[in-house]
């Protein structure tokens, strides 16, 4: 059974800096998810945005001279102009600046107040700015005096002493590890399972509060204006101001509630922390279910095998890691998608540059899917007078001119066309998992296998010879035909991925550009007769010009 929505997050970004392949990665996941889910018939809310508060936000406003404010708009609007390139869908584009947040957390925070979950405390220890987190003085000697969840990028920290409000993880943990082992919150991939329940054998209350004198941007505590709120409690709380929570109208409220039991966070690793314990106590505290479900990705990694970030583009052209802007410049939207949708098999680290893509690129886009496209559609012209033959020898176009040879080419193209059929309808079924699953490998691992089942089809059949012989003329058409409807049946496994090129696909066919999952993942959809498109050109092969005029340190020809 299909689920009764799909309510996908990515998360929101801080306006430190500008966005690079490692911030769209998440939002293109995201955007990918809601594409299927949207193709199923699944209602679907999609959301993402920016994290406006904080000390880092805080610093970079003093750094260039301008207010937070002007920073977060600037910024703010380039994450949205950015992501609206990469043509993500998402429904509502949140900023934790807006007043229908600082409500929302505000409401929060004085609820967790009330019922005694926060208290005042001294604190005496290590702080990470960038990370705007507190840690334990062994963490950090064991990282070397240095942050311990980012020892080379923020280096050393320092130790501060500051009277500040905590809240009551320690109460809520054992409940939270109790119910994620009854599997109440998925964690995807599995493996991250333990790494949660071991985090939550090991908490420490949180610290939830900022002074002033230190950090101004944020929000207020409701009970005590001489601190804003600790950045993060503000943050998570994005995933469901958007959805209506704790608002004044009770048809928002409830709206909130039924997106809510459909929840699925994408993450990268280095917040896991913070999307399970932090967020489920939280959650806890606040009487709510867990979100339905954790999606945990690693990280794109530079040439180097650090993490990809807003301040490593160097290195040799060639082997280093595309800027977000660059990316879409030199491949176009569509493939720069496909590009980071399978940088990360298996969610695991993957390195990340030019040459690692463009081989990809090539060999599956442009040479695989994109050339059969081609191929098929220009013979369709060629020897079928560019109508869509029919899939049996016998309904062929030509049938009253072939009458006599018909019968004897009803051998049929054999056991080659039934496992085309049945690579291209393995696609579909892919599809239908994948609300399970999650898995966009084994969609797009589908695609490829449908790919090179059709090419030793093709080969094997050299419709392309047979064709001059009119005589043969009905099973190129049978045979041209199968190869098509593969392609179209395998271009819905495409579609959530390459979305622009697979309607310019479907235009040829004669399809609107939205597919309609049932009946179209059936097999037999095309109706012999019915008049093609021209050879679409999907995905052209890498460009050396456009990269070189696009990447002004690239060396002639490098790519
Ligand atoms: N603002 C917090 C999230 C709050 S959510 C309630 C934050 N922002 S971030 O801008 O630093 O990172 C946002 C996301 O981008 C994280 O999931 C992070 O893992 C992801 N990535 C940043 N660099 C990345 C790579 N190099 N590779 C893949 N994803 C990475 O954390």
């Not at 994450?79 to 007043?99: K, M, Q």
């Not at 690693?298 to 595309?322: F, H, I, N």
């Not at 001119?401 to 056991?415: H, P, S, Y």
């Not at 393995?426 to 090179?452: K, S, T, Y």
Request: proline share 6%; net charge negative; charged share 25%.
């Amino acid at each position: 059974m299909p689920p009764e929505r799909f309510y996908v997050t990515t998360p929101i970004y801080y306006v430190s800096g500008t966005p690079h392949v490692g911030s769209v990665y998440t939002t293109v996941m995201a955007d990918v998810f809601a594409r299927f889910h949207r193709m199923l018939g699944i209602p679907t809310f999609f959301l993402t945005g920016t994290d406006e508060h904080g000390e880092k936000a805080q610093l970079a406003a003093e750094a260039r001279g301008i207010s937070p404010a002007a920073l977060c708009d600037e910024y703010s609007a380039v994450f949205r102009s950015l992501f609206a390139r990469y043509g993500v869908s998402n429904d509502d584009f949140i900023r934790t600046t807006e007043p229908r947040h600082e409500r929302t957390v505000a409401r929060v925070l004085g609820r967790m107040h009330a019922q005694g979950d926060l208290y005042r405390a001294s604190y005496e220890g290590f702080y990470c700015t960038r990370c705007e987190t507190f840690f334990t003085d062994q963490a950090v000697r064991d990282a070397g005096d240095a942050c311990p969840e980012q020892p080379v990028l923020h280096g050393k920290i320092q130790r501060l002493s500051e009277t500040n409000w905590f809240f009551r993880t320690s109460k809520y943990a054992p409940e939270l590890a109790r119910r994620i082992e009854a599997g109440e919150m998925e964690i995807v991939p599995a493996r991250r399972r333990q790494e949660v329940l071991g985090l939550l054998r090991d908490v420490q209350d949180l610290c939830v509060s900022r002074h002033r004198s230190r950090v101004s941007w944020g929000i207020p505590l409701p009970f005590d204006p001489e601190y804003v709120c600790y950045v993060w409690i503000d943050a998570l709380f994005n995933y469901r101001t958007a959805t209506g929570y704790l608002d004044d109208d009770a048809a928002r409220r409830a709206d909130d509630a039924a997106w809510w039991a459909h929840a699925t966070h994408l993450i990268g690793k280095d917040i896991l922390k913070h999307h399970t314990v932090l967020w489920g106590t939280f959650l806890l505290a606040m009487g709510e279910p867990l979100p339905r479900r954790e999606f945990i990705h690693g990280w794109l990694l530079d040439e180097r095998g650090l993490k990809v970030s807003k301040t490593q583009l160097a290195g040799a052209p060639a082997a280093r890691t595309p800027g977000a802007e660059e990316l879409l410049a030199v491949v176009g939207r569509d493939a720069a998608r496909y590009a980071l949708v399978t940088a990360m098999r298996g969610a695991e680290d993957a390195p990340f540059s030019w040459n690692l893509l463009r081989e990809r690129l090539d060999a599956e886009l442009a040479n695989g899917f994109g050339n059969s496209v081609n191929r098929v559609v220009r013979m369709i012209h060629q020897s079928c007078g560019g109508r869509f033959p029919g899939l049996d020898v016998n309904s062929d176009v030509n049938a009253d001119v072939n009458a006599d040879v018909n019968v004897r080419a009803k051998v049929d193209a054999g056991a080659r066309a039934a496992a085309v059929r049945e690579a291209a309808l393995a696609v579909p079924a892919a599809v239908r998992r994948l609300p399970d699953i999650l898995d966009v490998h084994e969609v797009l691992g589908a695609v490829r296998a449908g790919v090179q089942e059709i090419s030793l089809f093709l080969d094997e059949e050299k419709p392309w010879k047979a064709a001059k012989d009119p005589a043969n003329l009905p099973r190129v058409g049978a045979t041209l035909a199968t190869a098509l409807e593969a392609l179209r049946l395998l271009s819905l496994g495409l579609h959530a991925v390459c979305p622009e090129k697979m309607a310019e696909f479907r235009a040829v066919l004669g399809l609107g550009a939205e597919p309609c999952f049932e009946p179209e993942s059936r097999w037999g959809l095309l109706a012999a007769g019915a008049p093609l498109g021209q050879p679409p050109g999907l995905f052209p092969r890498f460009d050396d010009a456009k990269f070189a005029a696009a990447v002004p340190d690239a060396a002639p020809g490098a790519g």
